[in-house]
């Protein structure tokens, strides 16, 4: 089993930045597609974004054009930068790696770290 930790996360005003790190136990990105998630109380856990092993990303809706995921093979870290941000982008954000063929999470749920948007 691989394990992550999330870090980065903090209180930022709208309209403001953060650069959310997710360090892996072993060199995972090169086997898995790796994804962010976020949950916020009260609603379902939220696939925010993913790349793929040869660089290919996607980003839900909401955030794309604002979000930029990326990583670090050497460093076995990876990113998301977050710009703009809005209220509704807090949550406690997760990394975990993709199930090969499927876009579901294997459940390697790190602690995630807190991002809270405010005034």
């Known amino acids: 089993q691989v394990r992550f930790v999330e870090s980065g996360g903090g209180l930022v005003q709208p309209g403001g930045s953060l650069k959310l790190s997710c360090a892996a136990s072993?060199?995972?990105?090169?086997?898995?597609?790796m994804a962010w998630y976020r949950h916020s109380p009260g609603k379902r856990r939220e696939m925010v974004a993913y790349?793929?092993?040869?660089?290919?990303?996607f980003y839900v809706d909401s955030v794309r054009g604002r979000f930029t995921i990326s990583t670090d093979n050497a460093a076995l870290t990876m990113y998301l930068q977050m710009n703009i941000l809005k209220p509704e982008d807090t949550a406690v954000y997760y990394c975990?790696?993709?199930?090969?063929?499927?876009?579901?999470?294997?459940?390697?749920w790190g602690p995630g770290t807190q991002v809270t948007v405010s005034e």
């Open positions: 072993g060199n995972v990105f090169s086997r898995y597609a």
């Open positions: 975990t790696a993709l199930m090969p063929g499927r876009l579901e999470p294997y459940e390697w």
């Open positions: 790349i793929y092993t040869n660089g290919d990303k």
